[in-house]
């Protein structure tokens, strides 16, 4: 089993910057992708971007690269999503995942996570 924890959700406004942080605890060796997601009401979960390997790779979804840059410190089990010049349309609950994944195909489909944190809010004003 592997326990995530976000912190570091807040309200900005648009243009502003937040750091979110993930704490991975547990069975953590057993995965070997964690990634960010984020949910608004009536809509599905998606991918923000993702990292592979410890820093071997990243990923990013279209409508946050540029923006939004996701890293990992293996010596903390934590794993950030810095994101810049936010948009009123980022705000989302963000979550934090991680899996085994065995090919990297639809690396940023939820539905190929097995382990999640409890979400943290962001919240953009115009």
């Known amino acids: 089993q592997v326990q995530l924890v976000e912190s570091g959700g807040g309200s900005v406004q648009a243009g502003g910057s937040l750091r979110l942080s993930c704490l991975a605890s547990g069975s953590t060796r057993s995965t070997n992708v964690m990634g960010w997601f984020r949910q608004t009401p009536g809509k599905e979960r998606e991918g923000v971007a993702v990292?592979?390997?410890?820093?071997?790779?990243?990923y990013y979804a279209p409508s946050v690269k540029g923006r939004f840059y996701i890293s990992q410190d293996n010596a903390k089990n934590t794993v950030y999503l810095q994101m810049n010049s936010l948009k009123p349309e980022d705000t989302a609950v963000y979550y934090c995942?991680?899996?085994?994944?065995?090919?990297?195909?639809?690396?940023?489909?939820?539905?190929?996570?097995?382990?999640w944190g409890q979400g943290t809010q962001v919240t953009v004003s115009s």
């Open positions: 990292i592979y390997d410890g820093g071997v790779a990243t």
């Open positions: 995942a991680a899996g085994s994944l065995m090919t990297l195909a639809n690396i940023l489909s939820p539905s190929r996570y097995t382990y």
